[in-house]
């Protein structure tokens, strides 16, 4: 099914309205731990595909998990993220929850919804990095929740039952800050 | 996704090659095996990341393990070839400057 949706009207003469073809959203549920990760980050890359229309490295492998492009790195950047804290924070580790995915890829934008029945985050406890990193200072931890709000457009949390994660990308005419090519 | 590391000894440095994705799945084994080369006190670590397609926070959390570890026993710990979506992790926390790559 595609739905319509008006993306820009402009009252110029000889501008047509826009139509712009919005896919139905990709609804995918999965077991609530960390087993069952890769599948859902494989399907978040593909969707994110759909979006920045990245090449493959190898055209011919279909299969391979293929992260370079910016827009996919940020997007499966913050999906593993919050796929994460999930599992570990809202399940505990334990197994018997869920993780609802709803995946809506649009014209310019990913927009991903994960809604789980643990225990509510408390995104108040999540402190900011240092403000000048040295050795010592450097974290070991604390950093997920850091790298999935930098990586994204919005990030939203509402609280439940169900409890809500709204991640949204879209992609920039502007280089994505992003780390692209070897160092 | 495959998930995978291997280290290479002599006499004067320690290489540990990263593959794959190092993240919450795969960090607690690597985690280990890092336990074992701080142990070892080697005078140099280099820690190839060339191979590495996708890192998670668990993942820095390791690398930042083994340099703490490295660097608190006064040996040298150099890391290269970081690319892609790891190298933008790394300039995303800002550790970039700090690992040097």
Known sequence: MVVRRACAL???????????????????????????????????????????ASVRADP???????????????????FMEIFNNIAIHAYQRREGGLIELSITPADRELVIELRDNG????LDVVEPLPADLDDDSLPEGGMGIHIAKTMLDEMTYEPGPP????????????????????? | MSNSFDVQRTNNETRLTLRGSLDINSAPVLSEE???????????????????????????AALV????????????????????????????LRMDKVFNL
């Open chain 1, 10 to 52: 402009s009252r110029e003469p000889g501008v047509w309205l826009c139509l712009v073809p919005m896919a139905a959203p990709i609804r995918l549920t999965v077991p609530g731990t960390l087993r069952y990760r890769p599948i859902a980050v494989r399907v978040v890359a593909e969707a994110a595909r759909l979006v920045s």
């Open chain 1, 60 to 78: 011919k492998d279909q299969l391979v998990l293929d992260v370079r492009d910016p827009f996919d790195t940020a997007v499966v950047s913050a």
């Open chain 1, 119 to 122: 225990r509510p985050f408390d």
């Open chain 1, 163 to 183: 409890n809500l994660w709204r991640l949204c990308k879209r992609l920039s005419t502007q280089p994505v800050a992003t780390g692209a090519g070897r160092s």
């Open chain 2, 34 to 60: 890092i336990d074992r080369i701080i142990a070892a006190k080697p005078p140099k670590v280099v820690v190839d990341l060339a191979p590495l397609d996708l890192i998670d926070s668990s993942g820095v």
């Open chain 2, 65 to 92: 393990k083994l340099y703490k570890g490295i660097r608190n026993a006064s040996a040298e710990i150099t890391m290269v070839g970081a690319r892609d979506q790891p190298l933008a992790i790394f300039k995303l």
